[in-house]
């Protein structure tokens, strides 16, 4: 008998017949007679509809204890009705706050970190034959207080209780049915993939592929929890993640990931002296701005030029930021676009196979396209290059990397 | 520095600008150096909306424990509400979940009773200056499951915690400004009354006076805390229910009570045989028909009257059961009316007064009004009449027992 954790979002709970569905999937998983604890989020809308009630409230700062108290009740709204509709069925069900469980977090409200996790309960419950409902996102410190654990909390907490209850499986039941080799909406040729490996996935969280948290695929990594993103809408497989078996057929590259909300920036003829790329950086950093890539060359001069990318929608900051910082180090100027796009290939096959960035650069270069920055990592190449040349870059890395067929 | 429990129920609580009004009046008490704990209900309408969303969710019989899961996330955001919004007020708080108090009840869901408080996490919080907002209503059984109080629970609530914290007095806000000597839309010169004991309030409140739950009374009765009611939107001193002082200058009769849903039932020519009573009232209390006020006469010809008043909704069932019990009895008929009233006046300064029945009964005769049906208590005296003559009976005895003048 296997044990499955079964991670269902807010939309896949966001109203009473979305609600029903879930407990009908859970209810023939348990009829084949596997152990399921399923997580939930909040019915899609509820954090929304919290978080503007508690604006209204605070003139000041946003307290975060009562935060974490507020925004745990719409969880907790969906355990209880989750519970009822599976009883309803004639499945066994009882439902779990992160109190009640015990998860037991740091005391970090409104982004805290899971140190522990009580499987007693649980485990008892499901000796009993009940499916158990845990709420996701939240959690209680050793205090007593209610915690919460920030972005993608609810993954997160899927991802512990499956490695608390060495479960067999992970399931993330999400809007889409799984990974894809790019996103399907710029190339229509995008296949899902059968399996990812846990870097690759980490690698297309950073870039921007939204489909599984960095926090809940580093987690899962780190424990050796097989991860599946698959569909609370249609039947399917989808994609599994996993760590790399050495026997499977490896494609060179998996996947081509992209990133719309790019800008860069560079600051030319800065003397070159040790030192100068923390005096640019900390400038920034300390406006919360994050940095991306970051390239520096250096010119016959004796002086430097610098680039960085951050989001599009600090530009205009950094911009300013970065006028102050050329003046400070008698710099030559400040120019910037905020018209480009990240274009990434990820693919564990890499690391053993020499020749993928100069054939992706090829590739790029037959279309006429200028690549106006590179950074390269293990597993991953990304290329900045103009807004209007994304499609047109995604699709012939697609095609020339043989992405629409299996395990080229 | 005294110590108050204050209440406020749903409607006090129902929208941000509401809760922003309950945490300027908490901040002015507590600047006068007053402990304040603050016991607060789910905002009008979201105990609806939940309840709604689980009968959705719900084909077969309601499932208790969830119930509560779902049902006590309504104060959760109340608590959290308030609390944000008295510390940007800039006075310190922090909310409390029936479980973070541990408000300990046994295990009946929907209708718990409280067996313990623990007053230690309050009390160390109102000795660092905090106002503690406490979530009404609800609970937690000794295995950590949530449970709920049933109706009127957060005025038990309030009361409880007053009792554990030797409160100086339990402050109940409601939408009404105190307890008046009869109902005010009935009779413009009703009073309010500055103070009222826990006998007559018990009275009142069995009698159709909705201002509180008799639970909370007989709860704070039992451990002797006083309780005061006072409205949420108007100032005033509300009135003070607590027990007698024999200094103090005692009206004969304290308020006029009525209740407009009575329906009465009688069935004549009883063989008058030991237990007969219970072979007429068994059959209605199977069908879960609660009886009122009883009486039964004794006739000349070894037969007797038996007759009972019910809530006006269960007169018609009533009337069929009774039909069954008068042929399986051999009695002789069944005879019945809804539009009757039952109007009582309550006072503890009857009890060494003689003469206030046949005074009310007068007082009645003189305006031409018949008593159907009298029932007596050592501080109530009750009488049923025609629903036309109401207003009249109730104005009359309002006048006659001088209710409108104080102290008299």
Known sequence: MAVFVYKFGGTSVDSVERIKAVAEKIKQARDQGDDIVAVVSAMSGETNRLTSLAKEMQQQQPIDREMD??????????????????????CPACSYTGGQVRIL????????????????????????????????????????????????????????????????ECHIYTDVDGVYTT????????RRLEKITFEEMLEMASLGSKVLQIRAVEFAGKYNVALRVLSSFKEGGGTLITYEESQMERALVSAIAFNRDEAKLTITGVPDLPGVASKILCPIADKNIEVDMIIQNIAADSTTDFTFTVHRNDYQKSKEVLKQVCRDLGAKQVTGDDSIVKISIVGVGMRSHAGIASNMFKVLADEGINIRMISTSEIKISVVVDEKYLELSVRALHEAFGLEKENV
């Open 105 to 168: 977090t740091d005391s970090m409200h409104t982004k805290a970190r899971i140190r522990e996790i009580d499987d007693k309960n649980i485990k008892a419950d499901l000796g009993k034959g009940n499916v158990v409902v845990v709420a996701g996102f939240q959690g209680i410190d050793d205090k007593g207080n209610i915690t919460t654990l920030g972005r993608g909390g609810s993954d997160t907490t899927a991802v512990a209780l499956a490695v608390a209850l060495k479960a067999d």
């Open 69 to 90: 108290v507020l925004l745990s009740t719409g969880e907790q709204v969906t355990i209880s009705l989750l519970s009822m509709a599976l009883i309803d069925l004639g």
């Open 183 to 190: 996103d399907p909406r710029v190339e229509p040729k995008a």
